[in-house]
């Protein structure tokens, strides 16, 4: 039993070898990514319900690894915050989105918003406001036109000073969203306090509609409480007609999701801006 345990003690800290080996490849790897331009963004399209009309986008960063391939951000922006790259890698995708907003903007006409993922780390950065605002000069994009999505972790975290950024932000004029809202803690007194626009509903609760009348009691009580509290809400993981139906029904807002549109290139983006049926 002794040496079957030590085998064991063995097996498992070679396993364990191979994975901190991986773990810092992958951190020397991301630290060179940015440099080497190797990440890149695609954009989700988010559809307004009643209109049918794209009224913005989500930048989704990708990793285009020169030996691993292409490399999910729930593979990489964990390790991210936790080394800290992420406040260099997240300004970059805040500037590439940006600038690229604003060439939209130029080109269509149109109000299309673009919305950038915050990390928790980022959020507590305390020259982000300073960041944004150099951003937005930079580019020259409308702020209304950018849109920054927080989760309710980031957000509750320290809410007081929460409070304090949020004011910081909303004075810039950009439009504030809480993510995957559902999947954490909210503070119903803070949610009231919060100057944010939009609570985009987590696709855990919209994948089993409609048949699933738990999710579908959930999804109807977020829509009314967010109303109630003049925001407007997002629907996410919309991948069936049904869903969206059903959606609408309940006076959802917006709604993003396969259905609609994969996350893809600025190119199809674009593309799709400049078609007639998009108009
Ligand atoms: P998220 O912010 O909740 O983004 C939505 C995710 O759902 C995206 O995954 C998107 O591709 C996926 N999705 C969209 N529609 C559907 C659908 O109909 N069905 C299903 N099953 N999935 C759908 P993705 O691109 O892999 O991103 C995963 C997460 O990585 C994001 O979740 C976000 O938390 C994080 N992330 C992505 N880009 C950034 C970034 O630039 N900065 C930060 N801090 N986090 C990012
Ligand atoms: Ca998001
Ligand atoms: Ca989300
Ligand atoms: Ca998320």
Request: net charge negative.
């Amino acid at each position: 039993a002794k040496n079957c345990g030590k085998n064991n003690a063995k097996l498992y800290s070679s396993a364990l070898t191979t994975q901190i080996m991986s773990h810092v490849k992958l951190e020397v790897g991301l630290r060179k990514a940015l440099q080497h331009n190797e990440l890149y963004l695609q954009y989700q399209p988010q559809i307004d319900v009643r209109s049918a009309q794209v009224v913005g986008v989500e930048a989704l960063v990708r990793w285009r690894h020169p030996e691993l391939g292409i490399i999910p951000p729930n593979d990489f922006i964990p390790l991210a915050e936790e080394t800290g790259l992420i406040v260099p890698i997240g300004e970059w995708v805040l500037r590439t989105a940006c600038l690229q907003a604003r060439s939209w903007h130029q080109q269509s006409k149109r109000a299309l918003r673009v919305a950038v993922n915050l990390s928790a780390r980022q959020f507590k950065d305390e020259s982000l406001a300073q960041t944004v605002l150099a951003v937005l000069n930079e580019t020259g994009l409308d702020p209304r036109l950018l849109e920054l999505e927080l989760t309710e972790g980031t957000l509750m975290d320290d809410a007081l000073a929460t409070l304090a950024t949020l004011e910081q932000l909303r004075g810039l004029g950009i439009y504030l969203s809480i993510d995957d809202f559902g999947t954490g803690y909210s503070s119903m007194n803070y949610l009231k306090r919060f100057d944010v626009r939009a609570l985009k509903i987590d696709k855990s609760f919209i994948s089993g509609l409609p048949q699933d009348s738990e999710n579908a009691a959930i999804t109807r009580a977020i829509i009314a409480m967010a109303h109630g509290l003049k925001m407007a809400v997002v629907a996410e993981g919309v991948e069936t007609g049904e869903q969206l139906s059903l959606l609408e029904q309940f006076g959802c807002d917006m709604a993003q999701g396969y259905l609609l549109g994969r996350p893809q290139s600025q190119d199809a983006i674009t593309q799709m801006l400049n078609s007639p049926s998009c108009a």
